[in-house]
């Protein structure tokens, strides 16, 4: 046997031989890999619901506060209905002047 052909024996073994050893920490380490990803997905799933909940109570108490904001209007303008008129007319007028301004001011 000459030095080439022995080498490339021991080159061919030594392959072999880490090839065996990653197989093998490969094949100890797929559950252990395999129960953190399961565990990953899990909490992942978990979050995504605990998301959608709190988005949901937040639509339901804005909802809410919604509805009450509503009848707290209708009830001011049927106690005081002139005032009413002068607080639309007053909050239209600001709002007016404000897009006016804005406007003139984006222009320049």
């Known amino acids: 046997m000459n030095d080439s052909t022995s ?3 021991l080159i061919s073994a030594m392959s072999a ?3 065996s050893s ?3 920490a490969i094949h100890k380490v797929r559950p252990a890999m395999t129960d953190m990803a399961d565990r990953v997905h899990d ?3 978990d ?3 605990n998301a959608k909940d709190t988005a949901l109570q937040a639509e339901r ?3 809410k506060e919604a509805l009450h904001a509503k009848k707290v ?4 303008i049927a106690h005081a209905p002139f005032q009413s008129v002068l607080i639309a007319a007053g909050t239209g007028a600001a709002v007016a002047l ?3 301004w804005w406007l003139q001011h984006r222009h320049d």
């Open 73 to 76: 209007t209708e009830q001011a």
């Open 17 to 19: 031989d880490v090839s």
């Open 61 to 63: 108490q804005l909802e």
């Open 43 to 45: 909490r992942l799933h």
């Open 47 to 49: 979050l995504a619901q």
């Open 7 to 9: 080498s490339h024996n």
């Open 98 to 100: 404000a897009v006016s």
């Open 22 to 24: 990653v197989n093998e």
